[in-house]
């Protein structure tokens, strides 16, 4: 248990420095001074700076997905899943600067491009998972989209990820959920008419 609680410690701290430092590269012995342990202790729980980042990729996978998973079980209406969906992701992110840094791919300057491709599978996951909601909406006929299931899932994702992007660029400053009610009337109109 011990180990598992130091993993978690890491993970923590990592996300800790990236949130603190915007626009920084974090060093494994930045981190190792934050968490209180040695370089080396680091690599005993991880092999590479590259597995600490899929720690963090996991950790948003696993929350957001499970969370949308309950949001498709506990509503039925397209567009207060699409609404809550995206709200998630937004609320995440605030939540979770650090771990947006490197969901924009800002932490992973000169990573390996294994991590660049589950930023891009999580997305794509994401895109499918709305894209899926609006199209059971028109098996169901229960809200007629003014676009196809496809452009709409998509400008979602556009939506969603320049929010997250001017969280990053205002270093944290302007939150992803800042004007939320007017953005989502504006998207509602745009995609159900």
Request: proline letters at 3%; charged letters at 30%; aromatic letters at 8%.
């Amino acid at each position: 248990m011990k180990d598992r609680n130091r993993k978690q410690d890491i993970l923590e701290a990592l996300a800790r420095e990236l949130e603190s430092r915007p626009g920084a590269r974090i060093t494994t012995a930045k981190l190792a001074e934050a968490v209180g342990v040695s370089e080396a202790a680091l690599y005993r729980h991880f092999p590479s700076k590259a597995r600490m980042f899929e720690g963090l990729i996991s950790f948003a996978e696993d929350g957001i997905f499970m969370r949308i998973n309950q949001i498709l079980e506990e509503d039925r209406e397209t567009r207060q899943r699409s609404a809550r969906i995206l709200y998630l992701m937004l609320a995440f992110a605030e939540r979770n600067p650090g771990i947006v840094r490197v969901l924009l791919g800002d932490a992973l300057m000169g990573e390996h491009e294994r991590l660049h491709d589950r930023i891009e599978a999580f997305f794509g996951r994401l895109q499918t998972q709305l894209r899926q909601v609006l199209r059971e909406s028109q098996m169901r006929e229960d809200i007629q989209l003014a676009v196809t299931p496809e452009a709409a899932a998509e400008m979602l994702v556009v939506y969603v990820e320049g929010r997250m992007r001017q969280f990053l660029r205002t270093r944290f400053q302007t939150t992803p959920l800042s004007n939320w009610e007017a953005e989502w009337r504006i998207l509602d109109a745009g995609i159900f008419g």
